[in-house]
């Protein structure tokens, strides 16, 4: 059993700022990929941020210069700090992991946390 568990939303003015949190726990073999997705209402679920396995960042237009990953592979973890956050901002943000678990095949699939609210309005 692999899980991700999420921390740091809430409400905040334009212009400021939030760090999201995510810890990949369980019976963890690999991880192959982590990253942060969102969803806004009446939209699809698109890709906010990702880090490679050589810890490069890759970054949606939309946010790009504002946010940054951040991914600790010594405790398995992965932040997402934002920074002049805009009203278009507001959604669901997801934690993302494409993991293997131990004593099972060699087989990644994608884990997701349960989603944390972001609000940006005054």
């Known amino acids: 059993q692999v899980q991700l568990v999420e921390s740091g939303g809430g409400l905040v003015q334009p212009g400021g700022s939030l760090r999201l949190s995510c810890a990949a726990s369980?019976?963890?073999?690999?991880?192959?990929?982590m990253g942060w997705y969102r969803q806004a209402p009446g939209k699809q679920r698109e890709l906010v941020a990702q880090?490679?396995?050589?810890?490069?960042?890759n970054y949606a237009d939309s946010v790009q210069g504002r946010f940054t990953i951040v991914r600790d592979y010594a405790k398995n973890m992965v932040d997402l700090q934002m920074n002049s956050l805009k009203p278009d901002d507001t959604a669901v943000y997801y934690c993302?992991?494409?993991?293997?678990?131990?004593?099972?095949?060699?087989?990644?699939?994608?884990?997701w946390g349960q989603g944390t609210q972001v609000t940006v309005s005054s």
């Open positions: 880090i490679t396995s050589g810890g490069s960042g």
């Open positions: 993302y992991a494409k993991m293997s678990q131990r004593g099972a095949p060699l087989i990644f699939r994608d884990n």
């Open positions: 369980g019976s963890i073999f690999a991880i192959n990929a």
